[in-house]
T-cell receptor, first 112, second 114 residues
Framework: EAGVTQSPTHLIKTRGQQATLRCSPI?????VYWYQQALGLGLQFLLW???????NRGNFPPRFSGRQFPNYSSELNVNALELEDSALYLC???????????FGNGTRLTVT | AQKVTQAQTEISVVEKEDVTLDCVYE???????LFWYKQPPSGELVFLIR??????QNEISGRYSWNFQKSTSSFNFTITASQVVDSAVYFC???????????FGAGTTVTVRA
């Protein structure tokens, strides 16, 4: 069974640009979660999608957005990038809400 | 609001020593779930265990054991006879049946020296 896959592995952008991160969940999982892991800030919940709808959102500004496609894959968009957006962005999927999350290897975003 | 506290930032032990990781949580929900995840140097978060709020039975899985005590809002994790491969960051996390958002503690970095 293929795990959660994320692309790209690394992404380098300059301040003010937009970044798009992609995630494919485990087959059969309909829920996708996005987390930001910034140095010194731990794992912060960003977004939760289920059945194509945004179900919950963390304490992040609106320039962090995303969507979930009919095949349950998801993308995270970060507009007007700031230096402090540099972090590891982790995607996870689950079979049901409150089921264990299965994480991908993450996308390392660097904003210069 | 939910909160998970892992007071230990770093723990360093010599191989074969036991190590206990503390986790204290706060929630107003009566139905909630507690988790432990491991993040090795490779970066991928690996699920270790889930406990629901109605199941206070302790669990042992190989060298890993978990002690859930609702009275003290704690869900501690012990690695017995630690090995170098246990070196990782360990996260405790909490979710509720209300919002399904998984809230993580700050993590404890465990270093096991040969």
């Amino acid at each position: 069974e293929a795990g959660v896959t994320q692309s790209p592995t690394h992404l380098i952008k300059t301040r003010g640009q937009q970044a798009t991160l992609r995630c494919s969940p485990i087959s059969g999982h309909t829920s996708v979660y996005w987390y930001q892991q910034a140095l010194g800030l731990g794992l912060q919940f960003l977004l939760w999608y289920d059945e194509g709808e945004e179900r919950n959102r963390g304490n992040f500004p609106p320039r962090f957005s995303g969507r979930q496609f009919p095949n349950y894959s998801s993308e995270l968009n970060v507009n007007a990038l700031e230096l402090e957006d540099s972090a590891l962005y982790l995607c996870a999927s689950s079979l049901l809400p409150n089921s264990p999350l299965h994480f991908g290897n993450g996308t390392r975003l660097t904003v210069t | 609001a939910q909160k998970v506290t892992q007071a230990q930032t770093e723990i360093s032990v010599v191989e074969k020593e036991d190590v206990t990781l503390d986790c204290v949580y706060e929630t107003r929900d009566t139905t909630y779930y507690l988790f432990w995840y491991k993040q090795p140097p490779s970066g991928e978060l690996v699920f270790l265990i889930r406990r629901n709020s109605f199941d206070e039975q302790n669990e042992i899985s190989g060298r890993y054991s978990w002690n859930f005590q609702k009275s003290t809002s704690s869900f501690n994790f012990t690695i017995t006879a630690s090995q170098v491969v246990d070196s990782a960051v360990y996260f405790c996390a909490l979710s509720s049946s209300n919002d399904y958002k998984l809230s993580f503690g700050a993590g404890t970095t465990v270093t096991v020296r040969a």
